[in-house]
Antibody, heavy 118, light 107 residues
Framework: QVQLQQSGPEVVRPGVSVKISCKGSGYTFTDYAMHWVKQSHAKSLEWIGI???????NYNQKFKGKATMTVDKSSSTAYMELARLTSEDSAIYYC????????????WGQGTTLTVSS | DIKMTQSPSSMYASLGERITITCKASQDIYSYLSWFQQKPGKSPKTLIYRANRLVDGVPSRFSGSGSGQDYSLTISSLDYEDMGIYYCLHYDEFPYTFGGGTKLEIK
């Protein structure tokens, strides 16, 4: 069965970076792209961007400079690095599978909780 | 960016009741609209895509409709397990944007 397994919760200090992972299994990784979504109390759900299996990306302008998406197709894993963290980055981050092009999110990861606190 | 206005923001309904949630896009999104359900502490679950297509395994009491800017999600006969928060999402163009959510509670 299709699974998107995300890395565990992170508690970090302001100013540092963190890298979250999302490993796909149960499907052909190169047939799909991966979206990243932020869920916070303040802003509810926000689309961060999409990365295809070959590394092509499209970012929400709001997250350019904050988020960097990468992919390792050899391990069927997508990554998102968040830089220069502040308390506003504290949220749950989800990966979600979709095809490149206009496609819905068929499957979601379980979410990674990020807490930025001094 | 396309703005998705979802209503109501919360609602109470009785078991067996028919309920409808709406989403209005700030421009035509050509039916590139999906609906999600999210329960406390869980990741979202996609119910409907392309405005009216049911994801495999989703109960048939869920249905979607709409076109252009206006879309709706209907639950024909509310079940206890339907409690949660429902969101719409357009995927017509980048950036994708979500509705603000509808919290559905059982009376």
């Amino acid at each position: 069965q299709v699974q998107l397994q995300q890395s565990g919760p992170e508690v970090v200090r302001p100013g540092v970076s963190v890298k979250i992972s999302c490993k796909g299994s149960g499907y052909t990784f190169t047939d799909y792209a991966m979206h990243w979504v932020k869920q916070s109390h303040a802003k509810s759900l926000e689309w961060i961007g999409i990365i295809s299996y070959n590394g092509n990306t499209n970012y929400n302008q709001k997250f350019k400079g904050k988020a960097t998406m990468t992919v390792d197709k050899s391990s069927s894993t997508a990554y998102m690095e968040l830089a220069r963290l502040t308390s506003e980055d504290s949220a749950i981050y989800y990966c979600a599978r979709g095809r490149a092009g206009k496609d819905y999110f068929g499957y979601w990861g379980q979410g990674t909780t990020l807490t930025v606190s001094s | 960016d396309i703005k998705m206005t979802q209503s109501p923001s919360s609602m109470y309904a009785s078991l067996g009741e028919r309920i409808t949630i709406t989403c209005k896009a700030s421009q035509d999104i050509y039916s590139y609209l999906s609906w999600f359900q999210q329960k406390p502490g869980k990741s979202p679950k996609t119910l409907i895509y392309r405005a009216n297509r049911l994801v495999d395994g989703v109960p048939s009491r869920f249905s979607g409709s709409g076109s252009g800017q206006d879309y709706s999600l209907t639950i024909s006969s509310l079940d206890y397990e339907d409690m949660g928060i429902y969101y719409c999402l357009h995927y017509d163009e980048f950036p994708y944007t979500f509705g603000g959510g509808t919290k559905l509670e059982i009376k």
